[in-house]
């Protein structure tokens, strides 16, 4: 089975400087799709970035950035130039490629608090 | 378009007592998730429909859940009875026909469950 680990259970980064959360998954599949969440406070969840496991470059939205390691199997989030908006809890995600079922597969989170 | 709805937003019932969680999909949406938060810890898959169909149930915890999504709208979530380690967050999502990475699912704020 497959699973997520998010080993950082709370960040905090300045405003306008950059940041990195950890993501390490295990599967045994070679095809998958890998995501990061973010849920601001009180606020439903939005997916942030996407990557598909067998193209090799990394995927890129505007200030967030991923750093896919497929033999590593890690997948961390950087973003880029902080804002106050982005304080939220982000989890990693993972999502089979079968096409029996499309599940979620999530970490347990990582609360970022980003100070002016 | 408004996003995926949740009713409660919040519930807080005794152990023993019934409790029914609604989800409002997308409109349009044939895919529907419910995933649970357990305080603390990752988000879990409960089920997926399509349409009124289950897809997939494989994370149903006990025969104490029972979801339906009658003419494959809306879906209820109805736990009978609850016991205290049912407390958690449900959240539900939604996404378009067909099992693709580009059918992101779209997430409600989630319904807060606590039991006493």
């Known amino acids: 089975a497959q699973t997520v680990t998010q080993s950082q259970p709370e960040m905090s980064v300045q405003e306008a400087e950059t940041v990195t959360l950890s993501c390490t998954y295990d599967t045994s599949e070679s095809d998958y799709y890998l995501f990061w969440y973010k849920q601001p406070p009180s606020r439903q969840m939005i997916l942030v970035i996407r990557?598909?496991?067998?193209?090799?470059q990394n995927a890129t939205e505007n200030r967030f950035s991923v750093n896919f390691q497929k033999a590593a199997k890690s997948f961390s989030l950087k973003i880029s130039d902080s804002q106050l908006g982005d304080a939220a809890m982000y989890f990693c995600?993972?999502?089979?490629?079968?096409?029996?079922?499309?599940?979620?597969?999530f970490g347990t989170g990582t609360r970022l608090q980003v100070f002016p | 378009e408004a996003g995926v709805t949740q009713f409660p937003s919040h519930s807080v019932i005794e152990k023993g007592q019934t409790v029914t969680l609604r989800c409002d999909p997308i409109?349009?949406?044939?895919?529907l998730y419910w995933y649970r938060r357990v305080m603390g810890k990752e988000i879990k898959f409960l089920l997926h429909f399509v349409k009124e169909s289950k897809q997939d149930e494989s994370g149903m915890p006990n025969n104490r859940f029972l979801a339906e999504r009658t003419g494959g709208t809306y879906s209820t979530l109805k736990v009978q009875p609850a016991e205290l380690e049912d407390s958690g967050v449900y959240f539900c999502?939604?996404?378009?026909?067909?099992?693709?990475?580009?059918?992101?699912?779209?997430f409600g704020p989630g319904t807060r469950l606590t039991v006493l």
């Open positions: 995600a993972y999502r089979t490629l079968s096409y029996n079922t499309d599940k979620l597969i």
């Open positions: 990557q598909e496991a067998y193209k090799q």
């Open positions: 409109s349009g949406h044939d895919n």
């Open positions: 999502a939604s996404s378009r026909r067909g099992l693709s990475s580009y059918n992101e699912q779209f």
